[in-house]
């Protein structure tokens, strides 16, 4: 099972590493790093994941997994990016997105006709691409699923480990790794106070310059 996740200047760390932490628990999946040119990719946590594979390198990925960031403008106008998503998507079982990284799917054509999330603050944007936008959690459509913001790729990357295997692997992933979220404060827009979106949106715009 080889299945390849998008590294990229900028890119959210929780985006890529909750989902990658899940999958790297599959029986017999080789998670691989790939990027444009291989090398560290900086997130905006501050910290640093290497690309061993270079895009070219990785034709034929069972999956693909694309994560989000503060500003994906630069990844969804890199042709390069966008020619190796098209082409990989053709063959893979499953093409997936966290966040954001679901208007990079969008930018390469993947999302047309289909339903999709994203973080809410952008939900509005898959629609240029020709989505559905749907506020869900996860929405998995065809073979291509996607998450909405940063944290529910977790909850993704279980749906997906479900498909790959078998209700009972993904359950124990998800005891393994001991995902039990009882979280103090609101976490979506549908819960949270008006006051709370604002300082949310304020963060988010603060963060991305």
């Known amino acids: 099972m080889d299945i390849a996740i998008l590294a990229f200047d900028g890119m959210t760390a929780l985006d890529a590493v909750g989902p990658a932490q ?3 628990f599959l029986p017999g999946a080789a998670v691989r790093w790939v990027s444009a040119e291989s090398g560290p990719r900086r997130t905006d946590a501050g910290m640093s994941i290497v690309a061993d594979h270079r895009l070219r390198d990785v034709e034929h990925p069972d999956v693909v997994l694309v994560p989000g960031g503060l500003d994906v403008r630069p990844v969804m106008a ?3 990016v966008l020619d190796w998503l098209r082409a990989a998507h053709a063959t893979t079982r499953w093409t997936t997105s966290v966040c954001t990284g679901a208007l990079v799917l ?3 054509g993947l999302l ?7 973080h809410w603050a952008v939900l509005d944007r898959l629609g240029k691409f020709g989505a559905t936008p749907v506020g869900e959690r996860v ?11 940063v944290s529910a790729g977790i909850d993704m990357a279980l749906r997906l480990a479900e498909r790959l295997a078998d209700a009972t692997t993904a359950q124990g992933i998800q005891l393994g790794i001991e995902y039990d979220p009882q979280p103090p404060f609101a976490g979506s827009p549908k819960t949270a106070s008006a006051a709370v979106v604002e300082a949310a949106l304020r963060a988010l715009a603060r963060a991305g310059g």
Not at 112 to 118: D, Q, V, Y
Not at 139 to 149: F, L, M, P, Q
Request: hydrophobic share 50%; aromatic share 0%.
């Open 22 to 24: 899940v999958l790297a």
């Open 106 to 108: 969008g930018a390469a």
């Open 112 to 118: 047309r006709g289909r339903r999709a999330t994203t």
């Open 78 to 80: 890199d042709a390069r």
């Open 139 to 149: 929405v998995i459509d065809g073979k291509v699923i996607t998450a909405a913001g």
